[in-house]
């Protein structure tokens, strides 16, 4: 086995981890790191227990710093350390890996020395967790949306990851399970190329022992969307509000075009606003172009919105133009969403 090292973050582990290192060092990985993220009194005896093991390295947290934090740790340890290894192999601490399948993480390594290779679960097989399949379906397509990278397994703890790129994975937000997602989309933003193996689906015991919270960690994965569709929404209301006080200011001195006047400046005060916050909080990047491409783009929307409003409604319906408008601009508020990702605010 070439210098690879399997790096294990665990919280409150269990019995099938110590198989898992003892199974991985049987199959030739002579170096083992584990983070004992904080897991207590209670599971010393564990740690101390795996710790003789000559081929395990133990780092520690006195407290639970979450998944991403301890990802971390031991990136630092690497390279302050500078471990003469050339790649990691992240695996999860609940058994749910299979050392066969990182063997096959490794020999995609040693074949794509250049690429970050993800172990990917087929989730069509029967007997998945229904919890595990739609949320795969569901974050595999708003991945996809966001970054437009369509990897077949965005939550895939089983990740070959080259030490050359640990720098730059080191810049990346997060300190909890939404870390995982984050350095997908980091491995877009920098060209990072990405390998994937099909890996064995294990669920042990419907996946019981799973750490991740579905409510808390959902919001991280997905609170780029979130603050998408709040800042859409914030702007529709400054919108309204600056339109209606444009009327009141000057229905008496341009009793004939206050209204025109009122609605174009109102829709351009607003739409800064929302170009500032899209560049500044949602998507957090941008070039001196991104303004121009900006208002393209909303002139763009405009005319399709308007126009297949008309032309759906004059040749197919004749009726429910206003349900009709919802309809179009929802599908243009996706559209809006992965232009302004890709074009607007990409990076030059």
Request: proline share 4%; net charge positive; charged share 20%.
């Amino acid at each position: 086995m070439k210098p690879y090292a399997i790096v294990i973050p665990a919280y409150k582990p269990e019995e099938p981890c110590k198989r898992t290192i003892e199974e991985a060092i049987s199959a030739g990985f002579s170096r083992i790191i584990v983070v004992n993220d904080g897991s207590g009194p209670t599971y010393e005896s564990f740690f101390k227990e795996i710790e003789k093991l000559p081929q395990v390295t133990l780092l520690t947290h006195a407290v639970n710093q979450g998944k991403g934090r301890a990802l971390k740790t031991v990136f630092h340890y690497i390279l302050n350390h500078q471990l003469p290894i050339e790649a990691i192999i992240t695996a999860d601490a609940d058994g749910q890996h299979l050392v066969s399948d990182m063997v096959k993480i490794a020999h995609e390594l040693e074949a794509s020395p250049n690429h970050v290779v993800l172990g990917a679960r087929d989730f069509k097989q029967p007997g998945i967790p229904f919890r595990s399949r739609f949320g795969n379906r569901f974050t595999r397509l708003l991945f996809r949306l966001s970054t437009g990278a369509d990897l077949t397994d965005t939550q895939t703890g089983l990740r070959g990851i080259p030490v050359k790129f640990l720098p730059r994975l080191l810049d990346v937000l997060g300190e909890r399970f939404e870390y995982e997602m984050n350095m997908l989309a980091a491995l877009k933003k920098n060209y990072i190329p990405v390998s994937e193996v099909t890996i064995e689906t294990v669920y042990l015991d419907d996946n019981k022992s799973s750490h991740f919270h579905p409510l808390r960690d959902s919001y991280h994965i997905y609170k780029i969307f979130i603050f998408y569709g709040i800042s859409g929404a914030a702007s529709f209301g400054l919108d309204i509000g600056l339109f209606w006080l444009f009327v009141q200011l000057l229905r008496d001195e341009s009793p004939e075009a206050f209204i025109i006047i009122a609605t174009i400046a109102a829709r351009v005060l607003s739409s800064l606003f929302n170009y500032y916050v899209n560049r500044n909080k949602v998507f957090k990047q941008g070039s001196k172009r991104s303004l121009l491409r900006y208002y393209i783009l909303a002139a763009f929307i405009m005319g399709v919105s308007a126009a297949s409003v008309h032309f759906l409604y004059a040749e197919w319906l004749g009726r429910g133009e206003v349900i009709l408008k919802v309809m179009v601009d929802t599908v243009l508020f996706i559209f809006g969403f992965i232009a302004q990702r890709a074009w607007v605010f990409r990076k030059e």
